[in-house]
């Protein structure tokens, strides 16, 4: 449960406490960099809780990016090659006009086609 631990410490409660997106401690995104393929064995519901509330709290667009960059796409069902600039470019659109944005629309903006919509990845 190490992982779920990680993953717990770097979303929500970095984004509750947290002055700054960026402010992470190195030493744990290396440890859950490290340990990252133990999401392989937290269900899909659990794993789609922890993100909704990550997405749903304080800087949901940081916070994803990091995950994303420690490895967390695949467990989460984004394929391979996830469309970042689409979702910098979606998050900026409803930062600019004050949207708050669902967090399954955050997701959707990294699928560059219908066919990542549909895959298994």
Known sequence: MFINECLNFLCRFFGRISATPEDHEEDNIVAI???VSGLER????RLWS?????LS?????????????VGIGKY???PEN???NEFN???ARASQSKIELHPITMLSA????????YCSC
């Not at 990294?110 to 919509?117: A, G, H, P, R």
Request: charged content about 25%; overall charge neutral; proline content about 2%.
């Open 50 to 54: 922890e993100i909704r509330k990550i």
């Open 110 to 117: 990294f699928l560059s086609n219908d066919s990542e919509v």
């Open 57 to 69: 709290g304080k800087y949901p667009a940081a916070l994803m990016l990091k995950m994303l960059e």
């Open 89 to 91: 470019a979606v998050m």
């Open 82 to 84: 996830f469309n970042v």
């Open 33 to 35: 960099s490290k340990n």
């Open 76 to 78: 989460i069902g984004l």
């Open 42 to 45: 937290i269900s899909g519901e």
